[in-house]
């Protein structure tokens, strides 16, 4: 599969009504990368390479290009909904059974989906990835 080179294709955000410019950064809806750093133990189990695979190929019905801005925005909303998951399960994320994380990964894609639908003014990244670790928001 071929990649845009983005510095060639001008894409903006998806956020309806974005005029906050700067470089674009493709968002994974489902946030893949939580469970493929936290499953590392899992790497030669046949669903961790399907994921990594997918993750890799950037499919544009699992990623969406955001601003900064509104890329802090929806990771800073995610941390809410992972949280909640996290203590409905009872565990860490790393001790999830695929099913668990599969299912939390669709919860993240529809949340993307709704949110996308709605104008926003975004947040500033310095303050939520300050928050967040940043390793976060560097691998999506």
């Known amino acids: 599969m071929i990649k845009p080179d983005f510095a060639k ?18 968002h994974h809806k489902g946030h893949e990368k939580l ?15 399907i ?3 997918r993750y890799e190929q950037f499919r544009p019905d699992d990623t969406v290009p955001l601003c900064p801005d509104h890329h802090a925005e929806i990771h800073y909303e995610y941390r809410d909904i992972i949280a909640l998951f996290q203590a409905q399960q009872g ?18 894609r529809y949340h ?22 940043q390793r976060i928001h560097n691998e999506d």
């Open 9 to 26: 294709v001008r894409i903006s955000c998806a956020k309806p009504n974005c005029d906050h410019g700067g470089r674009v950064q493709r």
């Open 35 to 49: 469970f493929l750093r936290a499953f590392k133990d899992r790497k030669e189990s046949k669903t961790y390479k």
């Open 51 to 53: 994921m990594l695979r």
């Open 91 to 108: 565990m860490h994320r790393r001790d999830f059974s695929w099913d668990a994380a599969l299912t939390l990964m669709a919860e993240l």
């Open 112 to 133: 993307c989906d709704e949110w996308l639908k709605e104008e926003s003014s975004g947040m500033d990244p310095a303050l939520v990835f300050q928050v967040l670790p």
